[in-house]
């Protein structure tokens, strides 16, 4: 389930009015997570799980599912360690699968004088002393504390790269300063423009999971 807001049902992802405000639906995710087990069920799909969902909303889906959740999926990277929300998948047993690992520096709003999270000067001097790219320091931690990652690449020397991470590892000391990195920084999340200011667009639904800390 890639969010826990449901859009109108169509043709459209995410249908929008005329106005440019989105067609929300008013499903529970509860009511979508069953109807994706009776999936599983069919052998249809062999497993179902979730995207940006945080801790409080698993358990509520942990609370009523037949089929536990066996993922779920969202953004994870140094500056957005996800810590807390990791330990949390990690008590109730679900796997947790970072998507943007590396920041996607490609994004088309990414503003032109932010820092590019792969041109961090601190993961820069950990990537230095393995003698491995900022990119594979990155996928290792993510390896080491057992998340799953989906880099994106167009390079295939960058994607065969990309896939060398298991042929060296992190000390205590690095994961501990690859955590220090973390400050809450979110690429991914939509946003539109109201009254001049860029704000997320989704804040004010009630199952938007961002509001939580967590
Ligand atoms: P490109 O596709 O031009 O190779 P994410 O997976 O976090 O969304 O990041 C995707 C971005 O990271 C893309 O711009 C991709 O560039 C770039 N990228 C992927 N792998 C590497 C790498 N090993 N070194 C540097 N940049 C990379």
Not at 175 to 195: H, T
Request: charged letters at 20%; aromatic letters at 8%; glycine letters at 6%.
């Amino acid at each position: 389930m890639h969010w826990p807001m449901a859009f109108q049902r169509g043709t459209e992802l995410m249908p929008k009015r005329a106005d440019g405000s989105v067609c929300y639906d008013d499903i529970h995710y509860q009511e979508t997570w069953v109807a994706m087990e009776s999936l599983v069920d069919k052998g249809l799909v062999r497993a179902i799980g979730l995207s940006n969902f945080n801790a409080r909303q698993i358990d509520d889906v942990i609370s009523i599912a037949k089929h536990k959740p066996v993922v779920n999926q969202v953004e994870c990277h140094p500056y957005l360690s996800q810590a807390k929300l990791l330990s949390h998948c990690r008590s109730v047993g679900v796997c947790v699968t970072a998507y943007s690992p590396l920041g996607s520096g490609d994004r088309p709003w990414a503003s032109p004088d932010e820092l590019c999270l792969l041109q961090d000067p601190g993961l820069g001097a950990i990537a230095l002393r393995h003698s491995m790219t900022p990119a594979q320091v990155i996928l290792r931690w993510q390896v080491q504390r057992g998340v799953v990652c989906i880099p994106k690449s167009v390079t295939p020397s960058r994607i065969q790269q990309n896939l060398q991470v298991f042929d060296f590892s992190l000390s205590d000391e690095d994961m501990k300063q690859m955590e220090s990195f973390s400050r809450n920084e979110r690429y991914i999340v939509p946003a539109v423009e109201r009254d001049g200011k860029r704000v997320w667009r989704d804040a004010e639904h009630p199952h938007f999971p961002f509001n939580d800390p967590y």
